[in-house]
């Protein structure tokens, strides 16, 4: 499957991300991850990456999206790629199209995950992080607590709330994405308009997780008591406490 996933920070893009990876074979791609790596294998492209990064500034589309079509012309997106969190904003939507038209490679769905505000505010003020470096691991004081003392069952370092995971900055990110990012929903969402149809339409089907006891509307995927469908395929049962 060749998908765009979307939604608002705490939506669970990771965990669904995991379970269509596993499904079949398709590989998970974020602009966070493809950057890093193209600045540690010492590119062209890394290098410029790195300027814009270690200086903190955002990193230009137009760059992104050159090291977006390196990656996706790898022989492993040939079985299927997953956009996690990609595009965010319509300039970035309308060159992923390009890009894609360019490539010789069509979607087969854009996915909006719509959960609402008061579980993500729970799902991420609950949410401890390993701060080794190295580590990263992620927990949950409710769901998936660290050790007892609050260290990493891994590595055993702190486990700790990171500063853009507090009540205040999670409502500040969650703002932004609303106005920044939703745009972009709508055109994908408007892609029956596109003469190739690129960017199905949505279908918003909703479904009632038993397990999590919240009612979790999701486009193009049906999150339900026996598990998580999309595009019609059962993949595994969820749990919406817990998704990351």
Request: proline share 6%; hydrophobic share 35%.
């Amino acid at each position: 499957m060749r998908i765009v996933l979307l939604g608002a920070p705490g939506a669970g893009k990771g965990t669904v991300a995991k379970s269509l990876t596993e499904f079949d074979g398709s590989v998970q791609i974020s602009t966070g991850d493809i950057l890093r790596n193209a600045v540690k294998a010492g590119s062209e492209l890394g290098k410029k990456a790195k300027g814009y990064m270690e200086r903190g500034e955002l990193v230009p589309d137009d760059l992104i999206m050159d090291i977006m079509e390196v990656r996706m012309k790898e022989p492993d997106c040939q079985k299927g790629f997953l956009l996690d969190g990609f595009p965010r904003t319509i300039p970035q939507a309308e060159a992923l199209k390009k890009l894609l038209d360019k490539i010789g490679m069509k979607l087969d769905a854009a996915i909006n995950l719509d959960v609402p505000t008061d579980v993500i505010l729970d799902r991420l003020t609950t949410r401890r992080t390993c701060s080794n470096p190295d580590c990263q691991e992620i927990y949950n004081i409710k769901s998936k607590p660290p050790k007892p003392d609050g260290t990493c069952f891994k590595c055993g370092s702190p486990a700790v709330q990171r500063a853009d995971e507090t009540e205040e900055a999670i409502k500040q990110r969650l703002a932004t994405y609303n106005e920044k990012n939703c745009p972009s929903h709508r055109l994908l969402q408007k892609g029956r308009a596109s003469e190739d149809r690129q960017f199905p339409e949505q279908l918003g089907d909703r479904g009632r997780d038993k397990e999590g006891g919240e009612e979790v509307r999701i486009q193009r995927i049906q999150v339900m008591g026996d598990g998580l469908w999309v595009m019609g395929k059962r993949l595994q049962r969820p749990c919406a406490r817990c998704w990351a």
